[in-house]
């Protein structure tokens, strides 16, 4: 079965950090982009951050340059967003996704381009 799963969410007082990790499961995470998008409640989906299959490009929202640091480790088939400096306002439930490498762009992401989907974890940054 071919599904994307994430872990590493949690509480978090407001300037801490979180290591979020998104491991592939039936399918070879190197052949896609990998992207982190993240919901919170009554809000719009948005797309935090997207790395591209080697690893080489990144993109970044603007409300989290700075902050967040997407990686990957392809040999271990798991992309990663270090989060770091959290605010009330990153609380959400955060989701990774694949999508074709042809769709990535280093200057914006297009959530339809994503094909699968994790199940999510929840981060939220309360005192």
């Known amino acids: 079965q071919v599904q994307l799963v994430e872990s590493g969410g949690g509480l978090v007082q407001p300037g801490g950090s979180l290591n979020l990790s998104c491991a592939g499961s039936?399918?070879?995470?190197?052949?896609?982009?990998i992207g982190w998008i993240r919901q919170a409640p009554g809000k719009e989906r948005e797309a935090v951050s997207c790395i591209s299959s080697s690893g080489g490009s990144t993109y970044y929202a603007d409300s989290v340059k700075g902050r967040f640091t997407i990686s990957r480790d392809n040999a271990k088939n798991t992309v990663y967003l270090q989060m770091n400096s959290l605010k009330p306002e990153d609380t959400a439930a955060y989701y990774c996704?694949?999508?074709?490498?042809?769709?990535?762009?280093?200057?914006?992401?297009?959530?339809?381009?994503?094909?699968?989907w994790g199940q999510g974890t929840q981060v939220t940054v309360s005192s």
């Open positions: 039936g399918f070879t995470l190197d052949n896609y982009a």
């Open positions: 996704a694949a999508q074709d490498e042809i769709y990535f762009s280093d200057s914006g992401v297009r959530l339809e381009s994503f094909g699968s």
